[in-house]
C-alpha cells in the first residue's frame, strides 16, 4: 500500500487558490523532499495534510494509507501516525512542556491500544529522546515553547516526532533558522525514525539538510504546482542556479 | 423588585431578633442591625450595584440555622480536600464544629462564638454603613474566627465553611491579626456538603500590622446552586504585605469585594483572583485599593473564565491621594469567554491624586486562539481536552501564585473538574 497518494490536489485559503493542482505519490520508507521559492504553498500543502482549518480542499483527493484523509480531524490524523513539526512552533504558556508531551503520548498509545504511560514511566522514556535531541532538562518543566529560543523550538519538534513514532512526517523548514550542530542534531534525531515503514516529507530551502537526510526524490513547488521532480542532485542544481531556470523552463 | 428587597429586609431583620447573638458580637449587631435597618438591600440604582441585580438571591427564603448539622470528618475531608493544614477549623451552616479541628500551628485561632468579648478589629474595618451585605453580616453573624498569626508560622491555617442544609443562610466572621513581623497564610474554604442551595455571606477583617506578611485566600467551590456574598477589608501598615488569592470556582450568584488601604510607607498588597463562570452563574469581582499614604505598592491581577451564558462583572478601583507620592500600581484583568453566550463586563477605574506616581491598568476579553488549539490536537490530544489544556493554561499565572504549590496542584484539578463538569460551549 502506498504511504501518501495525493492526486490531482486544489486547495484555498480564504478565496485565494493556492494549491492548484498537485500530484504526489509516497511509498513506505521514502523520502521525499520539497522546495521552492517563498510563497509558493509548501506550508500550505503541510497544513492540508495535517488538517489545519484555514484551508479548504476544493477538488482532488489525498489518501493515507488507504483511507480518505479528509474525513479525519487534526486530532485523528496524529493518532493514526501523521506528523508535522511545524514551521513555526506555537507558545502556549501555562501548561507544562512535560504535561503536553505526557497527554499527547498517552492519546496515541490510547488510539493504538497500549496502556497509558505513567508519570515515572514517561519520564523514562521521554529521557532517553531528549538525549538524542541534546534537549536541555529544564525546558520539559517550561511552558510549551514559551521563551525557547529559535533552536530549541525546533529540537522541541523532533522530540514530539521521537516520542510519538509516526509513520508520515512533514518537516516544515525544521532545518530553518538552526546553527550547523543544532542542524546536525536535529538530523540526527530525524533519521532516528527512518525505517522501511516510515515515510518523510522534508521541505526546506537549503540543500544543507538533505546532506543530513537524504531523499530519494526532490521536488520543486512553484505557485501551487510539482513544477519538477528529480534525484537528489535536482537539490544542488538548485542551489546553484535558483529556481529562475525551472519557472522559464515551465512556462 | 423593590417590594422584594423590602420583603428580604424584613425577614432577615426578624432573624436578628429571634435570639440573642454570643457575647462577642452583641455590639456588632446592635449597629449593623441599624444600618441594614436604614440602608436594605442594594439595588442597581446603586454604583457598586449597576450591573448585578440581587432579586434572584432576595426571592428566596433563607433560613437561619441554630443547630448545626454534625457530618462525620469524612464528608468534610471529602468535600475539602485536600485538606491543607494543621491549624484547621470547621464551620458548618455557619457555627463552629467542635470535633474536627486540627492540631494548632503558631497562629492561634478562637472561635468568635465562645470568644467572651470582641476582639478590638471586629466591626473596625468593614464599614455596614456602606455595604449593605456587611451590615447584613454584621446583623445576623453568630459565629467566625479570630486567627492571630504570631512569629513565622510555616503551617496555613485552614478555615473550612461548609454548607450543609438546603436553603439555609450563613454569615461567618472572620477576624485577622497578623502581628508585628509575622508571616503566615490562611486559606478560607468555602464548600457544600451535598450541593444543596445556600447562601454564604461572609465577612473578613484583616489587619497587617508593620513589617508583617500574610498570604490570605479565599476558595468559593461550593457548587453552581450557591450564592456568595464575601467582602474582605484590609489594611496594611508600614512594610507590611498582604496578598490575597480569591479563587470563585462556579456559583449562581458570587459577589466578592476587597478593599485594602495602604496605611503605611513601604505597604504592599498583591491582589491575585481567578473567576470561573459556569451556566447561568454571575461572578462580580469588586476591588477597591486605596493609596492611603507615600511609597506603597499595589499589583493586581484578576483573570477571568466564562463559559456557558454565564455573567462576569469586574470593577477594579484603584485610589491615589493626594500626598500618596511614589505610589506604584498595576491591574490587569484578562478574560477568556468560552462560549458565544458569556458575558464580562470589565472596567478599572483609576482615580489618581498624586502626580508623582506610576500607574498602569489592562483589560482585556479574549477567546482561545485557534492556532494553539491546532497544534495541541495536531499531536493527537482531543478538541475538549485541548480546550480545557489551554484554559487551564490561561488560568495557571494565578494559581501558581499560591502560596503552597500543593495547594496550586489542588485547585488546578478542581478548575478542571468544575470547568469540565458543566462547561458547555458553542
Ligand atoms: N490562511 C491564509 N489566508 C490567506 N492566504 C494564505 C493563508 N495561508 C497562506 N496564504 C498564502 O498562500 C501562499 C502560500 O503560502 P505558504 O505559507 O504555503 O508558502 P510557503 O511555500 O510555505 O512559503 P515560505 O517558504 O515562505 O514558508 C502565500 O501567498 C500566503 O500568503
Ligand atoms: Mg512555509
Redesign the pocket.
Known sequence: MTMLEIENLHAT??D?E?LKGIDLTIRPGEIHAIM??????????AGVLSGRA??EVTKGSILYQGKNLQELDPEQRAREGIFLAF?YPVEIPGVTNNYFLKASLNAIRTHRGEEELDAMDFLSVVKEKMKIVEMPKDLMGRSINEGFSGGEKKRNEVLQMLLLEPKLMVL??TDSGLDIDALRVVATGVNHLRSPERSMLV?T?YQRLLDYIVPDVVHV?SEGRIVRSGGRELALELEEKGYGWIEEAGA | MKDALQSAQARFLAQATERIPPPAFVELRREATAAFTDRGLPTMKQEEWRHTNIAHLAGIEWAALHEPLAPPRSAIEDVATPIFACGLEVFIDGHHHPELHGSPGASEVETLGSTPAPPALLGRLADAKAHPFVALNGALACDGARVRVHGDDPRAVHLVFAQGSEDAASHPRVVIDAERGSRGTIILDHVSLAGARHFANSVVEVEIAEEASLDLVILQRAGGTSFHVGHVAGRVERNGRLRTHTISLGGRFVRNDLEVVLAGEGAECTMNGLYLGLGEGLIDNHTWVDHAVPHCTSRELYKGVLTGSARGVFRGRVVVRPDAQKSEATQSNPNLLLSDGAEIDTKPQLEIYANDVKCSHGAAIGRLDPESLFYLRSRGIGEDEARGLLTRGFAAEVLSALPEPSLAEAMSAVFLEKLEATGQRT
Not at chain 1, 36 to 45: A, C, D, H, V
Request: proline residues 5%; charged residues 15%.
Open positions: 485559503a480564504g485565494a493556492i521552492g521559492p517563498n510563497g509558493s504553498g509548501k506550508s500550505t500543502l484555514a484551508f514551521q516544515d523548514e521541505i530551502h513547488l
